[in-house]
């Protein structure tokens, strides 16, 4: 087979660079060692994360491959005995994420048609946690913060006056002058006499630090990208999304790469990858795959720096243009599946007098929110020292998904834990989340059937390391593969998927280019029956223009 | 909305788009000739009717067609129905009013006829039970103005129909639930001026009525008004209920206590325009209705205060600047 491009690793950045050069016109042949798509994004079924879990935790050798990368990125692994029924309606997701409602990837969603493919649930609550069985909402808009009975009046004000400002061109305003450095908690409580649990919540739960160091100007860059994300869906910035979220976002964007012509081969490993001494089709690489006759010839080659080749060791430089290199640290996950539901009640009191009188006199009026409200969907953060047992450097969060996001049971919900390790530690990843593990569990709705503390039906702790920054040479004279490969994304709960987007858009356009000095440009069917054919075209955005106008009116 | 990517279309997919809509205002064009032939020539059979239901859903401001559909109701379709069939004709109505209204909540014509619909339901169902109907139907439409208002809750048309409901209906509801729904209509945004005039609406009724004590109830709405101003001061809807609250100014401890209140507010955030306007209007009614309170140097003070608070105005609101200039003047001459 002769393609353009091959690109290795079906990983979100990987998907959605496939897509936008099958687009734009080039020929891709899209390949995959594993016999499902998502690579390290991938959305597993139960069974299926068993295996994932059990095939890095087993020994094995240690030449490069695929299998013994995997067990070098994924270490610490243990997990319950038990198996969980259904397994097929669950889609447990290997990189949980929170997608901002305004950002690339939500623009790219839009703009490539793979919105169509896929559902998505707003977040509902985020909360953090304040102590033994206590947590408290986070106010992130003017609503949270009016009705809220936990704030004075004066904290109400300073922190609308935060919001108002993190939400506008903070750049040039006084308040922000000489402070782009400054630890983000010193700067709310300086400028903006914000302390305490107000600040965490900021801090934590708003910006998403992930240590109390984290300077200003990235807190408030994020803060401002949510903020302007509320109200375009629905009250929350944040969208999960359906069947375990990125796994199924990337499959979406293969989906919609092949529609455009580009080949998929999972299941198959590279066996070598040679440079044609005869030129077939002029083409620079020849690619030999294991179980397969048929080759494949192309001019470029694209992986992340996590999918490694055989023969051939990656070239890792210690490149400081590697964005965002401060937040990609190793983290401690663990995946836990419940059956009973978490509530972030809290110590409300109903309304006084007036509403209760009303109630009983009108049968029409919607119910009083109950008081404790069972979560779907929600996010709950732990604060540096606010868990005896846990990081005093490190907050850790926990995303819980039911069945609303459609990758659990009825009457399930998986529990994601991630606590980023700052700190060298050679603890094990049961070790250093059991604690946030108990604390969260404290916090699920009791059945009234059987009032004991709840017992996860199933546990799988792990720690992730990041990939080796990809090396920045471009060996064309080389006998050497130059591969291409996408940057790192961040490993940010909301980042991540805007990160590995826009990663993708700076690996389209260098792969454009690279395939346009290597001769190629995409080709484009034209005209019909007869006479059809192909014409070069000229790549002039991320994405080619939409081929159907959107039409929310009826007819009549 | 701020920071979206416009979505870009190829010239094909406009093209489509182009020719599908001039397809579509040929047949409007023809169906407006049509009704209105048939409207001319008094056309009252059942075509007629469903070509009236065509064009309004075309066109639902089209209220000329909405009087001949009511035409035909009235003079072809209602006398030869039993009184069952007029309460399932209302209903078909209502429904149809209901899906417009969905797609174009502030058409007056739709909620005209939704008004027509509810003074033309028929007794019944039973010589023992003539209001039946009516309360159902007049039950269920403070549902639908509900779902209106959860849309968008700044429709003023959903907010009159509401309270046109509210007084007409036959089993009336207590005026205590309506408080209720005016503060989770502010809970969930308090930038809306109809949710609090609808609830200083309420307490006027229900403190006139004797249901709910003045003074007590009063202090409640401060503590909620004052959350807030403080939540954000620049919300002008506040301000106006608080200017309520105080009424005339006949009290003098709620007086004092609200100046400093705002007082308090300035402190924390100086530019606020409101603050400092309120405060204006606040010390002047007390040297107007409180003057025998005050000692000499208490009214100079607050005449002085006033003068800086609409000097700093002018700095701050240089769009009205003539008017702070004019109160200032107001000022200077009373005192």
């Not at chain 2, 609090?196 to 004590?213: F, I, N, P, Y």
Request: contains cysteine; negative net charge; proline residues 6%.
């Amino acid at each position: 087979m002769d393609v353009d491009a091959v690109v290795l690793g079906s990983g979100l950045t990987e998907s959605i660079a496939a897509a936008a050069l099958s687009k734009a016109g080039y020929k891709v042949a899209h390949l995959d060692v594993n016999p499902y798509y998502g690579g390290d994004n991938a959305s597993l079924t139960a069974d299926e994360l068993v295996s994932w879990a059990d095939e890095r935790a087993a020994a094995g050798p240690s030449n490069p491959s695929y299998a013994s990368a995997q067990r070098t990125k994924f270490t610490s692994i243990s997990r319950s005995g038990s198996t969980l029924p259904q397994s097929r309606q669950y889609s447990i997701s290997l990189s949980p994420a929170i997608i901002p409602s305004v950002g690339p990837l939500i623009d790219a969603l839009i703009a490539s048609g793979v919105s169509r493919y896929g559902g998505f649930k707003l977040l509902e609550k985020v909360a953090i946690y304040t102590g033994p069985g206590s947590v408290k909402p986070v106010p992130g808009s003017k609503e949270d913060v009016f009705k809220s009975k936990e704030l004075s009046l004066l904290d109400k004000r300073r922190l609308m006056r935060f919001l108002m400002f993190a939400a506008g061109d903070f750049e040039g305003k006084k308040e922000f002058e000489g402070k782009e450095h400054t630890p983000f908690v010193q700067f709310l409580h300086q400028v903006f006499s914000l302390d305490g649990q107000t600040a965490a919540a900021i801090a934590y739960a708003l910006a998403f630090c992930v240590s109390a160091a984290e300077p200003t100007l990235p807190a408030l860059q994020r803060i401002r990208k949510y903020l302007r994300s509320t109200g375009r869906y629905g009250p929350s910035p944040f969208l999960v999304g359906h069947y375990g979220g990125l796994g199924e976002i990337a499959q979406g964007f293969c989906r919609t790469a092949a529609v455009s012509g580009a080949a998929y081969i999972l299941a198959h490993n590279v066996f070598s990858i040679e440079i044609p001494s005869q030129s077939e089709e002029g083409r620079k690489y020849k690619i030999i795959l294991e179980g397969l006759d048929e080759s494949l010839t192309c001019d470029l080659l694209i992986a992340s720096s996590g999918y490694p080749l055989p023969e051939f060791p990656r070239a890792v430089t210690n490149d400081s243009t590697d964005n965002e290199s401060s937040n990609i640290h190793p983290i401690a996950r663990a995946i836990v599946v419940v059956d009973r539901p978490l509530s972030f009640s809290s110590p409300e009191v109903p309304p006084a007098s007036t509403a209760s009188d009303a109630e009983g006199a009108d049968t029409e009026e919607e119910e009083q929110t109950p008081q404790k409200q069972e979560l779907d969907t929600a996010l709950l953060v732990f604060p540096p020292s606010s868990l005896e047992g846990g990081s005093s450097v490190a907050v850790a969060s926990v995303l819980v998904t039911g069945e609303g996001s459609i990758s659990a049971p009825k009457g399930k919900w998986v529990l994601y834990l991630s606590l980023p390790l700052l700190e060298q530690t050679t603890r094990s990843a049961e070790a250093l989340l059991r604690p946030y593990v108990d604390a969260t569990l404290s916090l699920t709705v009791p059945d009234s059937a059987s009032p004991t503390s709840t017992q996860p039906l199933f546990t799988l702790f792990y720690i992730e390391h990041p990939d080796l920054p990809p090396s920045s040479s471009a060996a064309s004279e080389s006998q050497i593969p130059s591969i291409l490969a996408p940057l790192r994304s961040s490993t940010l709960l909301p980042e991540q998927a805007d990160s590995a987007t826009t990663n993708a858009e700076t690996l389209f356009w260098k792969a454009v280019s690279a395939l346009k000095a290597a001769g190629r440009r995409p080709k484009r069917r034209t005209g019909e029956g007869e006479e059809e054919g192909e014409e070069e075209v000229e790549v002039e955005g991320f994405w080619p223009p939409l081929d159907i106008v959107d039409d929310p009116e009826e007819d009549w | 909305m701020h920071g979206v990517k416009r979505v870009r279309y190829s010239r094909e997919a406009l093209e489509a788009k182009k020719q599908k809509e001039q397809a579509k205002l040929k047949e409007y064009l023809s169906l407006n000739d049509d009704v209105l032939a048939k409207r001319n020539a008094g056309d009252w059979s059942k075509d007629a009717f469903d070509l009236t239901t065509r064009v309004l859903h075309a066109n639902a401001e089209f209220y000329t067609v909405w009087n001949y559909r009511r035409d035909i109701l009235i003079n072809s379709i209602f006398p030869n129905s039993s009184p069952s069939e007029v309460h399932d004709r209302i209903g078909d109505e209502l429904s149809v009013t209901t899906s417009l209204l969905k797609q174009h909540p502030k058409v007056y014509g739709i909620w005209n006829h939704r008004r027509w619909c509810l003074a033309n339901i028929p007794d019944g169902p039973s010589d023992t039970d003539l209001d039946g109907w009516r309360k159902t139907i007049w039950n269920k439409e403070l549902y639908v103005v509900e779902k209106m208002l959860d849309a968008d809750a700044r429709n003023f048309h959903a907010w009159n129909y509401r309270r046109y409901v509210l007084a007409n209906m036959p089993m009336k509801r207590p005026a205590q639930a309506e408080l209720v729904y005016t503060t989770r209509k502010i809970e969930a945004n308090f930038s809306n001026f109809s949710a609090w005039h609808q609830r200083s609406k309420v307490l006027t009724s229900l403190w006139e009525g004797g249901q709910l004590d003045p003074h007590k109830s009063k202090e409640e709405e401060f503590d909620l008004v004052k959350n807030a101003m403080y939540t954000d001061p620049g919300d002008q809807s506040v301000w106006i209920y608080h200017r309520w609250l105080v009424g005339a100014g006949n009290a003098y401890d709620i007086l004092q206590r609200e100046i400093a209140s705002i007082q308090e507010l300035l402190d924390e955030q100086p530019d606020s325009k409101w603050c400092m306007e309120s405060l204006v209007f606040y010390k002047r009614l007390l040297l107007r209705h409180h003057a025998r309170q005050l000692s000499e140097a208490d009214r100079l003070s607050l005449t002085q205060e006033c003068l800086r608070l609409l000097t700093g105005l002018q700095d701050i609101d240089p769009n009205r600047r003539q008017r702070y200039e004019d109160l200032a003047a107001d000022v200077k001459k009373i005192n």
